[in-house]
């Protein structure tokens, strides 16, 4: 095995283990911290997030992580703190701050200033009993045996466990608040997230007369007509009501032809299926996405308020779309 591959595959042995030694070592401080920083969220006050250096870092992507799962934080420079930032402190906000060292001076400074304005202090540190620690109303102990710089110099181990524990925070805070997909696509207009959460299968389908639709006493060889006309590969079986009455497929007649070549004249009514899977207008497309998956289909019927068909989305549309 070339060198660098066994030195990569030693430094995520390293930070693996470091991971589940943190695992197993998380105790009720952990849950305590969730139902702070849940106070904090529901009375629409912020988290904020401090931290110097390769913590400051680490501390940055954690309240960016917060804010985007609808949870306001802000990250605090303890360098500026003094300077005017602490301004950004108000009663009701959660103070979060990373050290693993729990002695980092600009840190340690600030310590007693957030103090006085009485708002509680989590301390995610490797040194619980540092003065971090002991300035902290909650503790979360990330102390690994080792960073996976080979001189366990470079902070390594230890930031990777730390960000992993903000991600753990902001996780079971999402779950403890109830956030759901809607809500995040609100936060994700922009980008793959937001397309996949956001649009509906009224968005995506293709519109009924861009489909093929036929009534159950035509017969197998129109809808196989029809669908190569609307290059679609369903179509629409539709009661004289215009209610919907089942769907077949050009998957249907392939299977069914290789026992029965005469399958053409059939009527329609002896071979669609249904009862066939199917969605309203509003449906998330993510939602249209897991019941094709589920079911194993390429296509789904589209129903409007009144339970009538007004178009078709097959999985080919959502690839088109990237939704998949």
């Known amino acids: 095995m070339p060198e660098n591959l066994k030195r990569a595959r030693r430094v995520l042995d390293i930070e693996i283990e470091a991971l589940q030694e943190v695992r197993k070592r998380l105790n009720s401080s952990f849950s305590d911290t969730v139902g702070i920083l849940t106070k ?6 912020k988290i904020i997030l401090t931290g110097v250096g390769k913590s400051g870092h680490i501390a940055q992507k ?20 003094t300077h005017g930032d602490l301004g950004l402190v108000s009663k009701g906000d959660t103070v979060i701050a990373l050290s693993y060292s729990g002695e980092t001076e600009e840190l340690c400074r600030i310590l007693p200033l957030l103090k006085r304005l009485r708002v509680p202090i989590v301390a995610i540190t ?4 540092s003065t971090l620690g ?8 990330i102390s690994v045996k080792r960073e ?15 960000l992993a524990i903000g991600d753990a ?6 779950e403890a608040r109830g956030f759901s997909e809607s809500d995040f696509a609100k936060y994700h207009p922009g980008g793959s997230i937001g397309k996949h959460l956001l649009m509906r299968a009224g968005d995506v389908m293709r519109p009924i007369a861009n489909v093929a639709t036929l009534k159950a006493t035509q017969s197998v060889q129109d809808a196989i007509q029809a669908m190569a006309k609307k290059r679609c590969g369903a179509a629409i079986i539709v009661s004289a009501s215009g209610t919907l009455a089942g769907i077949y497929t050009h998957g ?24 066939p899977i199917t969605v309203k207008e509003t449906t998330l497309a993510v939602e ?17 308020g009144k339970k009538r068909p007004v178009g078709l989305i097959d999985v080919q549309d959502l690839a088109r779309l990237k939704l998949i």
């Open 40 to 45: 904090s969220a529901t009375k629409k006050r």
């Open 62 to 81: 954690v309240a960016a992580t917060f804010t985007s799962t609808g949870a306001p934080s802000v990250f605090l420079d303890p360098l500026n703190a």
């Open 126 to 129: 490797g040194r619980p009993q």
């Open 134 to 141: 002991q300035a902290a109303e909650e503790i979360i102990n």
């Open 148 to 162: 996976a710089c080979p001189h366990n110099l470079a902070p390594t181990s230890s930031t990777t466990v730390m």
């Open 169 to 174: 925070l902001a996780m079971a805070l999402l």
């Open 252 to 275: 249907d007649f392939s299977r069914s032809y290789l026992e029965n070549q005469k399958i053409g004249s059939s009527p329609l009514s002896k071979v669609l299926t249904e009862n």
């Open 288 to 304: 249209v996405l897991n019941l094709l998956e589920q079911y194993q289909i390429d296509d789904v019927v589209v129903l409007n």
